[in-house]
């Protein structure tokens, strides 16, 4: 659990700075810098730290460039532990409407638990907006014509995702029964995506996807649709070096799982020409910092230094 209310001192200052950030009021500071009273102290109250995740993650390394890169994190810190402890760490400022800034990604429960918001990069040190893909292994068009167009067809909107993603978490994670559950809840659809599709009798089909909740969750549903059109469909967790190897060399069929242009983009570049792009099954994944939607904070370079 992080603890990043650094002393009394902090706290007994923050109920001045929510009033100002949750009214959208501004005060001049007495020392006549020009600098809001809001924005000054709300970086104070934060103790100058972004409550990050796993020490490891490819987010935990931008998180770093970010504060290299801005003036506004100048002397901040950032707090490693796990996932599931800045998700505690969130839930905890915002049930008492206190200041955090997270790491944060989309799509993720987060947004559809929480009313949170992006802070814009204008540095761009998080990247653009991203899409997860989907890549097939050359000639299944042909080897698996009903399988080619269901897999071409998938697409959530991001909303919609996050709905169901926040369904899994308060499911404990049982992606196989909220897939299962989102599939007999939008029969429309599933129909928009196996209409005039030829069933088959058994035919195999081995779909590759990363450990991510995001990716099991679409992997799980794709598993059931391809299902009720008669194929036996196997799971393979791997890590994404060997999901591109996989469907490259043709030993797996297809995966939901690639994000594009950046978080993956090494590896498609790697293996480009070896596999099939059916185009993004969801739209607008991201990754950067985010904080709650009471805080007046729009952008990164909202923040200050610490001194």
């Known amino acids: 659990m992080f603890n990043w209310r650094k002393n009394l001192g902090i706290i007994a200052g923050l109920s001045l700075s929510l009033v100002a950030a949750g009214c959208g009021t501004e005060e001049s500071n007495d020392s006549g810098n020009g600098q809001t009273e809001d924005t000054s102290n709300v970086s104070e109250e934060m103790g100058y730290q972004i409550t990050g995740i796993e020490p490891g993650a490819g987010q935990t390394q931008t998180n770093e460039k970010a504060i290299a890169e801005y003036e506004s994190l100048a002397g901040w810190e950032q707090e490693t532990s796990s996932a599931a402890a800045m998700l505690t760490a969130l839930g905890d400022a915002i049930e008492n409407e206190e200041p955090i800034i997270v790491a944060a990604w989309s799509p993720h429960y987060m947004f559809a638990k929480y009313d949170i918001k992006y802070l814009e990069d204008p540095e761009l040190i998080f990247g653009e907006e991203e899409h997860i893909t989907t890549i097939v292994r050359q000639g299944l068009k042909e080897d698996m014509p009903s399988a080619y167009t269901i897999l071409d067809r998938l697409h959530w909107e991001l909303p919609v995702f996050q709905e169901a993603l926040l369904e899994a978490q308060e499911m404990d994670f049982d992606f196989e029964k909220v ?82 242009p950046a978080t993956h983009g090494a590896l498609y570049e790697e293996y480009d020409g070896q596999f099939e792009d059916l185009g993004p099954n969801l739209e607008g994944a991201r990754i950067g910092l985010a904080v709650p939607s009471y805080m007046d904070i729009d952008s990164i370079e909202d923040l200050e230094p610490a001194e």
Request: net charge negative; proline share 6%.
């Open 179 to 260: 897939a299962q559950e989102w599939v007999d809840e939008n029969p429309e659809k599933v129909t928009e995506w196996t209409e005039g599709v030829e069933p088959v009798d058994g035919t195999s089909i081995d779909l590759v996807l990363t450990s991510w909740d995001a990716e099991t969750f679409s992997t799980n549903v794709a598993k059931i649709v391809l299902e009720q059109q008669g194929f036996d469909v196997m799971l393979t967790p791997v890590d994404p070096s060997i999901m591109f190897s996989a469907i490259a060399s043709g030993d797996s069929d297809a995966t939901l799982s690639p994000w594009m």
